[in-house]
C-alpha cells in the first residue's frame, strides 16, 4: 500500500515507531530480576531519534516538516487521524490502540508515550505541539499537547503575565488569551489537515470540548485543506491567501469522532449515551464538510459517539454494561473502518506534509481568527 518516497524508489522509509524518555520507571521489570529489562529498555531508548526534533508544532509554535518529511513517501493511499482534548484523558492511549500496540509484549515502547505516575504528580504535560507517527499501513497518528492545560499555561507566561510564544501575527496577547486562541489553532488545523478528528472529553458533563469544536467550526471558515489550489501560489502573501475566497469545495473539515473517557458506571448507561447524541445532533448537525452530498451521508450515519469507562488502578475494569477494552477496541474500529472526508484532490504523503504548513501559516494569519483574539481580549474576560 506505501508508495515510493524520495532517494531509492524500492526502500519505503523507516516506520516512525516509539516515543523515547516517557515511559515510567520500572516499567519493564515486571516478572523480572537484577534490572537486565531495564537496561535494555534504556539501551533502546538511547538508539532512538530525539522526538522533540521530529514535533510538526515546536513549543514555539512553528511547523516543522524537515525531519519528519523522510518518514512519508509518494504514497497517495494514506490516512490522517488526530487527537484533541484535555490533559489526561487518554489521548495517546487511544492512538497507541489504532496503531495496533500490544502491551502485554514485554519490552515494548509504545508509539506514544502514556502520562507516567510522575508526570501526572508533577502535574506536567507529556506531549508538545504536535507529536507524529506513521504505521505500516500508511495510517499517520497526530497526537496533540493538552488543550485547557494548566502546565503549558504555566510554561508559556512570563512575570509580567505576558505571553513568551507569538500566536497571532501582530498581536502581543496575554499568556491566558494566548493559551485559549492556542487550542483553537490546534483544532482548527486538525480540522483542516486531518481526515479523521478524534475530540477527547473527560466523563459526560463536560462540554468544554464540544464548546471548542464549535468554535473551531465558526472560525475554520477560509482555510482549505492541504490539497488545495489555493495553496499553490507562492507569489500571494499569507495574509492575501488567506483573504481570497476559497473555490467551490475547498470548504473543508475532518470527520469527527466524539469520544468521553473515564466515565463513571453511574453515568454509563444507554440514557445518557442518548442524550449525548441528540446533544452531539443539535451542536454539530451543521457541521462543516467537503460536499452536501457528504453532509447527507455523514448525517445518514449520525455523529460518531463513543463512552470509554474508567480504568482502576490496577488496571481492571467492571463496568456494568462494556469493558474499558472493549470500548477502546471499538473507537479503533471505527476509525479503521470509517469512510473519512477526502481531500478536495489526490496527494502525496510528502505534498500533504508541505502544504499542511502552508495551512498552518493561513492559520497564523488568518484575519478571522485575530478578529475573534481582539473580540476577547476586549471583552474584559481576559488581562491586556
Not at 80 to 91: F, Q, R
Not at 124 to 132: F, L, Q, Y
Given at each position: 500500500?506505501?508508495?515510493?518516497?524520495?532517494?531509492?524508489?524500492?526502500?519505503?522509509?523507516?516506520?516512525?515507531?516509539?516515543?523515547?524518555?516517557?515511559?515510567?520507571?520500572?516499567?519493564?521489570?515486571?516478572?523480572?530480576?537484577?534490572?537486565?529489562?531495564?537496561?535494555?529498555?534504556?539501551?533502546?531508548?538511547?538508539?532512538?531519534?530525539?522526538?522533540?526534533?521530529?514535533?510538526?508544532?515546536?513549543?514555539?509554535?512553528?511547523?516543522?516538516?524537515?525531519?519528519?518529511?523522510?518518514?512519508?513517501?509518494?504514497?497517495?493511499?494514506?490516512?490522517?487521524?488526530?487527537?484533541?482534548?484535555?490533559?489526561?484523558?487518554?489521548?495517546?492511549?487511544?492512538?497507541?490502540?489504532?496503531?495496533?500496540?500490544?502491551?502485554?509484549?514485554?519490552?515494548?515502547?509504545?508509539?506514544?508515550?502514556?502520562?507516567?505516575?510522575?508526570?501526572?504528580?508533577?502535574?506536567?504535560?507529556?506531549?508538545?505541539?504536535?507529536?507524529?507517527?506513521?504505521?505500516?499501513?500508511?495510517?499517520?497518528?497526530?497526537?496533540?499537547?493538552?488543550?485547557?492545560?494548566?502546565?503549558?499555561?504555566?510554561?508559556?507566561?512570563?512575570?509580567?503575565?505576558?505571553?513568551?510564544?507569538?500566536?497571532?501575527?501582530?498581536?502581543?496577547?496575554?499568556?491566558e488569551l494566548a493559551h485559549e486562541m492556542m487550542s483553537?489553532?490546534?483544532?482548527?488545523?486538525?480540522?483542516?489537515?486531518?481526515?479523521?478528528?478524534?475530540?477527547?472529553?473527560?466523563?459526560?458533563?463536560?462540554?468544554?470540548?464540544?464548546?471548542?469544536?464549535?468554535?473551531?467550526?465558526?472560525?475554520?471558515?477560509?482555510?482549505?485543506?492541504?490539497?488545495?489550489?489555493?495553496?499553490?501560489?507562492?507569489?500571494?502573501?499569507?495574509?492575501?491567501?488567506?483573504?481570497?475566497?476559497?473555490?467551490?469545495?475547498?470548504?473543508?473539515?475532518?470527520?469527527?469522532?466524539?469520544?468521553?473517557?473515564?466515565?463513571?458506571?453511574?453515568?454509563?448507561?444507554?440514557?445518557?449515551?442518548?442524550?449525548?447524541?441528540?446533544?452531539?445532533?443539535?451542536?454539530?448537525?451543521?457541521?462543516?464538510?467537503?460536499?452536501?452530498?457528504?453532509?447527507?451521508?455523514?448525517?445518514?450515519?449520525?455523529?460518531?459517539?463513543?463512552?470509554?469507562?474508567?480504568?482502576?488502578?490496577?488496571?481492571?475494569?467492571?463496568?456494568?454494561?462494556?469493558?474499558?477494552a472493549s470500548a477502546l477496541w471499538k473507537v479503533r474500529?471505527?476509525?479503521?473502518?470509517?469512510?473519512?472526508?477526502?481531500?478536495?484532490?489526490?496527494?502525496?504523503?510528502?505534498?500533504?506534509?508541505?502544504?499542511?504548513?502552508?495551512?498552518?501559516?493561513?492559520?497564523?494569519?488568518?484575519?478571522?481568527?485575530?478578529?475573534?483574539?481582539?473580540?476577547?481580549?476586549?471583552?474584559?474576560?481576559?488581562?491586556?
Amino acid at each position: 500500500m506505501a508508495g515510493s518516497g524520495g532517494g531509492n524508489p524500492n526502500t519505503a522509509p523507516k516506520i516512525l515507531l516509539a516515543k523515547p524518555g516517557l515511559v515510567a520507571a520500572g516499567k519493564f521489570s515486571r516478572g523480572g530480576g537484577g534490572g537486565g529489562a531495564d537496561d535494555d529498555a534504556a539501551a533502546l531508548r538511547s538508539r532512538l531519534p530525539s522526538v522533540g526534533s521530529l514535533n510538526l508544532l515546536s513549543d514555539s509554535w512553528d511547523f516543522q516538516i524537515d525531519r519528519f518529511l523522510p518518514f512519508l513517501t509518494d504514497n497517495t493511499e494514506f490516512t490522517v487521524v488526530g487527537v484533541i482534548g484535555p490533559p489526561g484523558v487518554g489521548k495517546s492511549t487511544i492512538l497507541n490502540e489504532i496503531y495496533g500496540f500490544d502491551s502485554s509484549s514485554p519490552g515494548m515502547l509504545p508509539p506514544f508515550g502514556v502520562e507516567s505516575e510522575e508526570t501526572r504528580m508533577m502535574a506536567r504535560h507529556s506531549t508538545v505541539g504536535i507529536e507524529p507517527r506513521v504505521s505500516s499501513e500508511r495510517i499517520i497518528l497526530l497526537d496533540t499537547q493538552p488543550v485547557f492545560s494548566p502546565s503549558v499555561l504555566a510554561e508559556m507566561i512570563r512575570p509580567d503575565g505576558s505571553s513568551t510564544i507569538s500566536v497571532i501575527s501582530g498581536q502581543s496577547l496575554s499568556a491566558e488569551l494566548a493559551h485559549e486562541m492556542m487550542s483553537i489553532q490546534l483544532g482548527v488545523l486538525l480540522a483542516s489537515v486531518c481526515h479523521i478528528i478524534i475530540v477527547v472529553s473527560e466523563g459526560v458533563h463536560d462540554a468544554s470540548m464540544w464548546r471548542l469544536m464549535m468554535t473551531v467550526n465558526l472560525l475554520k471558515h477560509g482555510i482549505p485543506d492541504p490539497s488545495s489550489t489555493a495553496l499553490s501560489h507562492p507569489q500571494s502573501s499569507d495574509k492575501e491567501a488567506a483573504n481570497k475566497p476559497l473555490e467551490s469545495g475547498d470548504e473543508y473539515m475532518a470527520a469527527p469522532i466524539f469520544v468521553h473517557t473515564r466515565v463513571r458506571d453511574h453515568d454509563n448507561t444507554p440514557q445518557n449515551f442518548q442524550a449525548l447524541q441528540k446533544g452531539l445532533a443539535q451542536c454539530f448537525g451543521t457541521y462543516s464538510s467537503v460536499s452536501e452530498g457528504q453532509d447527507a451521508a455523514r448525517g445518514a450515519q449520525g455523529t460518531k459517539l463513543f463512552l470509554v469507562p474508567a480504568k482502576g488502578k490496577d488496571g481492571s475494569s467492571r463496568p456494568l454494561y462494556e469493558s474499558y477494552a472493549s470500548a477502546l477496541w471499538k473507537v479503533r474500529d471505527q476509525v479503521l473502518s470509517m469512510t473519512a472526508s477526502s481531500f478536495s484532490r489526490t496527494v502525496s504523503e510528502r505534498e500533504w506534509l508541505k502544504n499542511s504548513g502552508k495551512v498552518w501559516e493561513l492559520i497564523k494569519n488568518s484575519p478571522t481568527i485575530a478578529d475573534y483574539s481582539t473580540t476577547l481580549q476586549t471583552s474584559g474576560l481576559y488581562r491586556k
